[in-house]
């Protein structure tokens, strides 16, 4: 009703202002995107021969055909695949962990008193804050120490423990809102730490659970400092491999296929947003008028 009511009490010139600025900047941010796209689409002579912006006059579907399996990454003419493949396989386990090892850190921080949980609430925090680069020396200690240097484990380790920081930010922000005579019950029926989590809390989590999962599954592809630093050659995520892109052999540049090598490393980010989009916003927001 408030927002039915602010949009009636617009003036008519507010709300086509307020509708052009909001698809100006859309528009902006969509640009390079199309841009990359459409040079996809398009081969690469007909690129040298115009502009790196254009309508394809040929539509080069075999670009992407190309890239996925054949062009070469870092001297390796196997296309983004195996990468790819390195991707999910460190994206897939290190957001299931890191969104449930955070739902059980914010539900212990957030429902159970104890001394100094608010200090390890804080410490745990601390972590979204500091730059990916100081972290970048102990975590090459660490995982030098326990033998997971340029090894998708690795990267899955440091993934999972540095996500616990946004993870259980959301989850305690989210489960202070449960109300605590749920958990008195529980307590006075017997339910312990780990049973009233399972049985009360978690069928409560779904809303902050997917707000979690996408979040950590979209950071987690599209990272691509730890990839480039802690490993190499086979073992290099997406994101660090599109940067060994070449096209030495060839005489002129591959722009087609380096676009639609972007798109598919863009592509599952992208259908996570387009469906679950709503969701993310729907559980960010879930616990705010509680």
């Known amino acids: ?12 010139w507010g709300r086509l202002l307020a509708h052009v600025v909001v698809w100006a900047l859309g528009l ?13 689409l398009r081969t690469a002579q007909e690129i040298a021969q115009g502009s790196m912006i254009g309508w394809p006059e040929n539509w080069a579907f075999l670009n992407y055909s190309e890239a996925w399996s054949e062009f070469c990454v870092a001297q390796t003419c196997t296309g983004l695949q195996p990468f790819m493949w390195n ?3 460190v994206t897939i386990p290190a957001t299931i962990v890191s969104t449930l090892l955070g739902a059980v850190a914010g539900y212990a921080i957030s429902l159970w008193r104890f001394r100094g949980d608010t200090w390890i609430f804080g410490l745990v925090t601390l972590g979204i804050f ?9 975590w090459t200690f660490v995982l030098r120490d326990i033998g997971l240097i340029n090894t998708l484990t690795g990267l899955v380790v440091i993934h999972t423990i540095q996500g616990m920081s946004f993870t259980t930010l959301f989850c305690r922000n989210y489960y202070v809102s449960i109300p605590q005579d749920l958990m008195k019950a529980a307590r006075i029926d017997g339910a312990g730490f780990f049973r009233t989590f399972f049985r009360i809390v978690l069928p409560l989590s779904p809303p902050i659970l997917i707000v979690t999962v996408i979040w950590q599954f979209t ?14 050659g086979s073992q290099q995520p997406v994101t660090a491999a599109l940067i060994g892109l070449n096209a030495a052999i060839a005489d002129v540049p591959q722009y087609g296929v380096q676009s639609a090598a972007v798109v598919l490393a863009a592509l599952p980010t ?12 729907r559980g960010l927001t879930a616990g705010a008028v509680k």
Do not use: C
């Open 87 to 89: 991707s999910a396989a």
């Open 28 to 40: 902006a941010f969509l640009v390079p995107f199309l841009v990359v796209v459409l040079n996809s």
């Open 130 to 138: 500091l730059p990916q680069q100081v972290r970048l020396i102990p």
């Open 270 to 281: 992208l259908l996570v947003y387009l469906f679950g989009g709503k969701y993310f916003l």
């Open 1 to 12: 009703m408030l927002e039915r009511a602010t949009s009636d009490t617009m003036p008519a």
């Open 219 to 232: 950071h987690i592809w599209n990272e691509f400092l730890y990839g480039v630093t802690f490993t190499n």
